[in-house]
């Protein structure tokens, strides 16, 4: 942990058993070598965590950042190289706000230059007379969390709003009170206008010499996102101008900073990237972080991950992760190590309940079953891409005699699962294999035996493996009446050995044998 976070996130991961080496103020090059041996890396916005530290740290699961903006962190090197990135994307979104609207406030009444004057003894009533928000447009650009939060707070006022969001729909922005329009729409109807954007190569500078001409004259600007997405110098000459009335800012694009053109002028309200400066903020991130992190060294799924393509995972949708896993595994056994393009077909309730990470789960399965070593939720994508494997899903609300039903399709081999809740507690079946239906309780150690479907072909394969000294823990058989033939699945307590797998595959009657290791 390179910078400090709340204690309490500190104790939660020192009460779940991790380390946790504080190592504060760090230079680039100490920090290269304090990550060698790293499991996790917990930062905040001062640490810049480049290809460099990340390929120093070769023992790295993850990178959480107490915070929301990742600009100090190389995403995509740390999703080529299976590394998690995960961030804290709610815990100061109140805070941001709520900063958001102290400077609205600070800026429409000069609340600052007043202060300042009257404590340098100059009684300026005149001078720093201000506007009112009631009756006047908000501009919010960018509609998500903090934009929501601060067009609630905006409708308090009695302002009228409007925002520019691509990702947002018309129905969601008129439930908030909000008219959805395009962007150079706000900039010209706008008397205020806030700023909640992330920073990406799309954003930054989006407020310039051009965007800024095409603003109300009178505009006042408020900016508590990050850094550069103004340029700076634009804005203090539209303000010298006189078509900007006024801007605050809490970032800027190079931070910590102590010169600015903006600083110069009298109505211009700066502080220094205080948006999450609260105690609760603080407090929220910390533990937060530290609960991504500890799900991700666990090997859990992380919902704060930002490199994990999976979208937000419902709470209908995560029981079945596992079950999805393990049927990527069980298929990866009956393809004998040999990977080959995936389809994963959701039954049931599950079809359309956003099962996107299900399907990750089955390909992650799918590959770790087949020889390739670290696979995550992040690299997974990536992974079979490299072996040019492709990966589909599709649904289909037909499920009979399941309620929900997972079947995965690989190279000619199917296999379905699902959880059946027994009494008051729900364990996982495997349900068919091969288009024969069996149901059996998947083990760490198991087999499926495809033979001819007559008389003694059970017992033989029971005979051998207890010549073998291997107990069967549970069999189902499936037979299938148009080919006279017929499936067992069984498992096993300790896996079968090569030898006795190769045996049975010369037998007669015997069709085909997998080994299936689902751990």
């Given at each position: 942990m390179?910078?400090?976070?709340a204690?309490?996130g ?9 380390e946790?080496?504080?190592r504060?103020?760090?230079?680039p ?8 041996g ?9 640490t810049?965590v480049?290809a ?5 740290a070769?023992d ?10 990742l ?8 999703t080529e190289?299976?590394?998690?990135v ?5 815990s100061?979104?109140l805070s941001?706000?709520?900063?958001t ?5 600070a800026?429409?009444r000069?609340?600052?230059?007043a202060?300042?004057?009257l404590?340098?003894?100059k009684?300026e009533?005149s ?9 006047k447009?908000?501009?919010?650009v960018g509609?998500g969390?903090?934009g929501?939060?601060?067009?609630q707070?905006a ?8 925002a ?11 439930h908030?009170?909000?008219e959805?329009?395009?962007f ?14 992330p ?9 310039n ?6 603003t ?10 990050r ?5 700076e ?13 006024g ?8 931070e910590?900073?102590?010169e600015?053109?903006?600083?110069e ?9 205080l948006?999450?400066s609260?105690?609760e ?14 799900l991700?060294l ?6 704060f991950?930002?490199?994990?393509s ?9 029981p079945?992760?596992?079950l999805?896993e393990?049927?990527g ?5 009956l393809?004998?190590?040999q990977p080959a ?11 359309g309940a956003g099962?996107?990470?299900l399907?990750?789960c089955?390909?992650?399965?799918l ?5 390739q070593?670290g696979?995550s939720f992040?690299?997974?994508p990536q992974l079979?891409a490299d ?5 589909t ?11 929900n ?7 000619g081999?199917?296999v379905s699962?699902t959880?059946?809740t027994?009494?008051?507690r729900?364990e996982?079946?495997?349900v ?6 069996v149901e ?6 198991m087999?499926v035996?495809?033979?001819d479907d007559r008389?003694?072909m059970?017992?033989?394969?029971g ?12 069999m189902?058989?499936g037979?299938?009446?148009r ?18 797998i ?18």
């Amino acid at each position: 942990m390179t910078e400090p976070i709340a204690e309490s996130g500190l104790a939660k991961l020192r009460e779940a058993g991790h380390e946790v080496d504080v190592r504060l103020g760090l230079t680039p090059g100490e920090l290269l070598d304090a990550v060698a041996g790293a499991h996790a890396l917990i930062i905040r916005s001062a640490t810049t965590v480049d290809a460099a530290t990340l390929e120093a740290a070769t023992d790295l699961v993850v990178v959480g950042r107490a915070g929301i903006g990742l600009d100090n962190v190389d995403v995509t090197r740390a999703t080529e190289l299976g590394v998690m990135v995960v961030n804290a994307p709610v815990s100061n979104i109140l805070s941001a706000a709520e900063q958001t609207m102290a400077l609205l406030l600070a800026q429409a009444r000069n609340i600052p230059q007043a202060h300042v004057a009257l404590t340098a003894g100059k009684w300026e009533r005149s001078k720093w007379e201000g506007v009112e928000l009631h009756g006047k447009t908000l501009g919010i650009v960018g509609l998500g969390k903090i934009g929501a939060l601060v067009a609630q707070r905006a409708l308090a006022f009695g302002m009228r709003l409007v925002a520019y969001d691509p990702f947002i729909t018309e129905e969601r922005a008129r439930h908030m009170g909000v008219e959805l329009v395009d962007f150079d729409d706000l900039l010209a109807l706008s008397d205020f206008i806030t700023i909640h954007l992330p920073k990406n190569k799309e954003t930054v500078g989006l407020f310039n010499a051009a965007s800024l001409a095409k603003t109300k004259p009178g505009v006042r600007i408020i900016n508590v996102a990050r850094g550069g997405l103004i340029d700076e110098a634009d804005l203090a000459e539209a303000i010298r101008a006189g078509h900007v009335q006024g801007a605050a800012l809490d970032v800027f694009a190079k931070e910590p900073t102590t010169e600015s053109p903006l600083f110069e002028l009298p109505s211009v309200v700066v502080v220094p990237h205080l948006g999450a400066s609260t105690a609760e903020a603080q407090d929220k991130a910390g533990v937060t972080i530290a609960e991504q992190v500890e799900l991700a060294l666990a090997g859990d799924f992380v919902p704060f991950a930002v490199n994990v393509s999976a979208g937000e995972v419902s709470n209908s949708v995560r029981p079945f992760m596992g079950l999805a896993e393990l049927l990527g595994r069980f298929i990866g056994g009956l393809l004998d190590g040999q990977p080959a393009d995936l389809e994963v077909v959701y039954h049931g309730e599950l079809a359309g309940a956003g099962t996107k990470i299900l399907t990750l789960c089955a390909l992650k399965g799918l590959l770790s079953a087949t020889g390739q070593e670290g696979v995550s939720f992040v690299n997974a994508p990536q992974l079979a891409a490299d072996r040019g494997l492709a990966y589909t899903e599709r649904a289909s609300r037909e499920a009979p005699e399941y309620v929900n039903l997972i079947t995965v399709r690989s190279d000619g081999h199917t296999v379905s699962g699902t959880l059946m809740t027994i009494g008051t507690r729900v364990e996982t079946r495997i349900v068919a294999v091969d288009g024969h239906a069996v149901e059996i309780e998947p083990k760490a150690s198991m087999l499926v035996v495809h033979n001819d479907d007559r008389p003694g072909m059970i017992g033989l394969v029971g005979t051998a493996l207890g010549a073998a000294g291997i107990s069967i823990e549970s069999m189902a058989v499936g037979p299938d009446p148009r080919d006279h033939s017929a499936l067992m699945v069984l498992s096993t307590v300790v896996p079968t050995p090569p030898a006795v797998i190769e045996s049975l595959r010369a037998t007669n009657g015997i069709q085909d044998i997998h080994l299936i290791a689902l751990r």
